[in-house]
């Protein structure tokens, strides 16, 4: 079985290896309990490149005071043989103190990006990823690190933050991993009740709906958006957080559908917050 590196010096030493040899590093950057849509992930990473590193770390930093840190899944075990089992070649898995020590103060900030959809809720969520993405991506030296695009607004996020501060390697976008029924694969799955999971339909179904008005000429963003927040309402237990129509690349709101845009939605099923999305490309 495919063991865990715990200290940061050890996968530097390792890659440092790799480099000499001029091998190509992938990096696919987790929170752990891996699922479908991580395996994607890998897959990708390992046709890509000649060797991969999997960082399994529940990063503290990217979740607020009452959000969902302490219950977050967690099975190291299965992890690492997803990892295996996938061809990774490293499994990066520190612990908290390892990664910020005590004397750690620095952060990195994506401005604008990070003000709508998520982070309007999630004040320091982006501030987080942003920080530990920097981490991650000094430590490993990856040529090309892989995101799903479920996570759309951490995705553009990310490539903002690599563009803006000269990071040198590719940030890949992957498509979303859905269950059979349409529901976009997530580790928070887990959190919903039989009848939760059957009423979290409706992201998808919303989403579709609206995807094929926009595919029949539909433009306006307020009529879209409307139609998605009634289709959503019409599920009990359906509570929406945020439905919003955006510019693919800087995330600004739109009211017409004119280039290529980002169709996010947020909805809480019982506690458990969701969401979903799909990229609308015009012709
Ligand atoms: O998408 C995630 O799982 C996390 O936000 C990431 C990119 C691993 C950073 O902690």
């Given at each position: 079985m495919i063991n865990a590196v715990h200290k940061i010096e050890e996968v530097k030493k390792q890659v440092n290896e790799w480099k000499k040899q001029n091998l190509k590093v992938g990096l696919v950057p987790t929170m752990g309990y891996l699922h479908e849509g991580h395996k994607s992930l890998i897959d990708r990473a390992v046709k890509e490149n000649d060797k991969v590193v999997v960082s399994v770390f529940l990063n503290p930093?990217?979740?607020?005071?009452?959000?969902?840190l302490d219950k977050y899944p967690r099975d190291l075990e299965r992890d690492l043989e997803v990892c295996e089992k996938a061809g990774a070649n490293l499994v990066f898995n520190p612990e908290v103190l390892e990664m910020y020590p005590e004397s750690s103060c620095s952060y990195v900030n994506v401005e604008?990006?990070?003000?709508?959809?998520?982070?309007?809720?999630?004040?320091v969520h982006f501030r987080g990823v942003c920080t530990v993405l920097t981490k991650l991506f000094h430590i490993v030296s990856p040529d090309k690190a892989y995101f799903g695009e479920k996570d759309a607004q951490q995705l553009a996020v990310v490539k903002k933050m690599v563009k803006d501060l000269n990071f040198n390697l590719e940030i890949v976008g992957c498509p979303i991993i859905r269950e059979e029924d349409g529901l976009a694969k997530s580790s928070?799955?887990?959190?919903?009740s039989k009848e939760e999971r059957k009423a979290a339909l409706i992201l998808n179904k919303s989403l579709k709906k609206a995807n094929s008005l926009m595919e029949n000429g539909e433009r306006n963003a307020a009529k879209l958006k409307e139609i998605i927040e009634n289709e959503i309402n019409s599920e009990t237990l359906a509570k929406i957080d945020y439905i919003e129509i955006v510019?693919?690349?800087?995330?600004e709101k739109l009211d017409?559908?004119?280039?290529?845009?980002l169709v996010a939605i947020a909805v809480y099923i019982g506690k458990t917050r969701l969401i979903d999305n799909f990229t609308f490309k015009l012709n």
């Amino acid at each position: 079985m495919i063991n865990a590196v715990h200290k940061i010096e050890e996968v530097k030493k390792q890659v440092n290896e790799w480099k000499k040899q001029n091998l190509k590093v992938g990096l696919v950057p987790t929170m752990g309990y891996l699922h479908e849509g991580h395996k994607s992930l890998i897959d990708r990473a390992v046709k890509e490149n000649d060797k991969v590193v999997v960082s399994v770390f529940l990063n503290p930093l990217q979740f607020g005071e009452n959000e969902d840190l302490d219950k977050y899944p967690r099975d190291l075990e299965r992890d690492l043989e997803v990892c295996e089992k996938a061809g990774a070649n490293l499994v990066f898995n520190p612990e908290v103190l390892e990664m910020y020590p005590e004397s750690s103060c620095s952060y990195v900030n994506v401005e604008n990006l990070t003000k709508g959809l998520c982070g309007a809720k999630r004040p320091v969520h982006f501030r987080g990823v942003c920080t530990v993405l920097t981490k991650l991506f000094h430590i490993v030296s990856p040529d090309k690190a892989y995101f799903g695009e479920k996570d759309a607004q951490q995705l553009a996020v990310v490539k903002k933050m690599v563009k803006d501060l000269n990071f040198n390697l590719e940030i890949v976008g992957c498509p979303i991993i859905r269950e059979e029924d349409g529901l976009a694969k997530s580790s928070r799955n887990i959190y919903l009740s039989k009848e939760e999971r059957k009423a979290a339909l409706i992201l998808n179904k919303s989403l579709k709906k609206a995807n094929s008005l926009m595919e029949n000429g539909e433009r306006n963003a307020a009529k879209l958006k409307e139609i998605i927040e009634n289709e959503i309402n019409s599920e009990t237990l359906a509570k929406i957080d945020y439905i919003e129509i955006v510019d693919s690349e800087n995330l600004e709101k739109l009211d017409k559908i004119e280039k290529t845009v980002l169709v996010a939605i947020a909805v809480y099923i019982g506690k458990t917050r969701l969401i979903d999305n799909f990229t609308f490309k015009l012709n």
